[in-house]
């Protein structure tokens, strides 16, 4: 049976800062650390053996995964990294802290920026510090100048029907360490869920969710490994 692992990334050190992240690569907080390890103890109590790990292209991710297969005595095993997998790009919100863009912009309209399916921020003003066309990593293409949830899905779908699909389809358990925002479009995809419903979906941090999936990769099944710390999973769907 197909067997996909979700896995947000564990605490990172802009998360406890408050501060709106997106592409720009920080590190993991001790915690963050603490949050992998535990998933990948999870992973092996559970006795999952995972065939393939893919990551995003950021250092919070990558590390999750790492610590985690280590912990879980699978560190041996492939990753493959791809820029499709990043967290959602926050546009000129980049780099700010929540509080004082609450203070400038008013919480509903910062809500609407964060939580909206199809809105976006403004925009990221080019050759700042935070202009990621300076990124090597990102030489092949143009990278965006802010994303919506929605524009999110639009970059993650392509890449998850030509690379895990593929992969789930031949059978293979893996393990997808990615972001809030890149991994809450791989639940809209598979549980069909409705735009007016993703955005209070909440992915916790460092607890891998475990799906089971049908040969159509339909979700047979969906639990969160630390029932203790689980958010609540969309309804499978019919």
Do not use: C
Request: glycine content about 8%; aromatic content about 6%; proline content about 8%.
């Amino acid at each position: 049976m197909p067997t996909l692992v979700l896995l947000r990334h564990g605490q990172s050190r802009w998360n406890i800062q408050q501060r709106f992240t997106g592409w720009v690569d920080v590190d993991l907080t001790e915690k963050g650390e603490a949050e992998a390890r535990q998933a990948g103890e999870l992973i092996k109590a559970e006795g999952l053996e995972i065939d393939r790990v893919y990551a995003s292209v950021l250092t919070r991710a990558i590390r999750t995964a790492g610590i985690a297969l280590r912990a879980a005595d699978q560190l041996w095993l492939p990753m493959i990294k791809d820029w499709r997998l990043n967290e959602r790009h926050y546009g000129g919100l980049t780099g700010l802290e929540h509080g004082p863009t609450r203070e400038k912009y008013g919480d509903e309209q910062v809500r609407i920026w964060r939580r909206s399916y199809d809105i976006a921020p403004p925009p990221l003003a080019p050759g700042g510090e935070h202009d990621f066309a300076k990124d090597r990593r990102y030489a092949h293409i143009t990278p965006p100048v802010s994303e919506s949830l929605k524009t999110t899905l639009a970059r993650v779908l392509p890449y998850w029907t030509a690379e895990i699909e593929p992969r789930l389809k031949a059978g293979e358990t893996l393990l997808v360490a990615a972001h809030g925002n890149s991994l809450r479009s791989i639940v809209k995809h598979l549980f069909a869920v409705s735009d007016a419903d993703i955005p209070g979906l909440e992915i916790p941090t460092g607890n891998p969710l475990l799906v089971q999936l049908s040969d159509d990769l339909k979700p047979v099944s969906a639990r969160y490994l630390n029932a203790e710390a689980a958010s609540p999973i969309p309804p499978i769907p019919a």
